[in-house]
């Protein structure tokens, strides 16, 4: 622990001191981006549900819903959100009262328009965004899973520059496939190094996932030197689309379905990476060069 405190204080010595002064990194919550190259390919799902089962494991988690135009978190787990991130930029709300309480440990922020905003804060408003976001766990070690527009889009690169992970949900469609290739491409491109886990969904048997998953990352490797990690699969169920018609999550309607027994296996492989990455001190790296991005 001590080495990786002092590793940090080199870091911040090399780049801008003021940051760590300001930014109390223990209460930092775990920022989790999800995103997708192409549109309905199952993220929205897969953020509610994930959380839900992070939650049931004990894990406090957030869910920012940043898909700007299109955000739906809310109509997935059957809530009603009056207000939004963007008023608390605005001023006009604080955090706290845009809240939105789900079960399970697990509390919702209706993004709003807001994150079209970020590009346009000054330091200090970042400043401030940035130490309200520090403020919302309860525990210190919340997780903030943040669902994003799917494409590539100015408000994506801003997410992506708060995220120290990235979940890139995909489905076996070669459509999909390219789609998220050059999602991959954009970070590499934009030096965005988060940590990179593959989510396959709507596949016929985990065999179909892990072999997408195994092309994809071969082709990461030859052209992109980058190296991303297999969260899992899930395979197509039609418990899914029953939940989204009742606006009930399929973790808590089917709790038994395939899909639910899938994002159970990947909520618990999210937490061991997360027990790695804090152990090996990647995770306070991560949280410096996205600190550094938030304020560049
Ligand atoms: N594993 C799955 N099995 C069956 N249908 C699914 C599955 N995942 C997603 N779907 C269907 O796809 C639709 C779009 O999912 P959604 O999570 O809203 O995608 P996105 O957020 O990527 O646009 C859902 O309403 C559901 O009907
Ligand atoms: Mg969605």
Known sequence: MADQAERLRALARTKEDCLLQKVNTAGFPRVIAVVSGKGGVGKTNLV?????????????????????????????????????LADVLQGRM??????????????????????????????????????????????????????????????????????GEVILVTTPEPTALADAYSMLKLMQRRRLFPKIYLVVNLVSSSGEGERVFMRLRETCRSFLNIEPAFLGSIGYDYAVRKAVLKRTPFLIHFPQCGAAQDIQRMARRLIGAGAVLSFSGEMEENLLKRLLALWS
């Open 48 to 84: 509610v549900n994930l959380a839900l089962s992070l939650g049931q494991l004990g894990e406090e988690t957030i869910v920012l819903d940043a898909d700007v135009g299109l955000a739906n978190v809310d109509i997935l787990m059957g809530l009603s959100a009056p207000a939004s």
């Open 94 to 163: 604080e955090l706290k009262e845009v809240i939105l309480r789900a079960p399970s440990n697990v509390a919702v922020i209706p993004g709003g328009s807001a994150l079209s905003e970020v590009f346009s804060l000054d330091n200090q408003q970042k400043e401030q965004l940035l130490a309200r976001l520090t403020a919302l766990g309860e525990k210190k070690d919340a997780l903030l899973l943040v669902d994003c527009p799917a494409g590539i889009s100015r408000n994506l690169l801003a997410l992506l520059g708060l995220a």
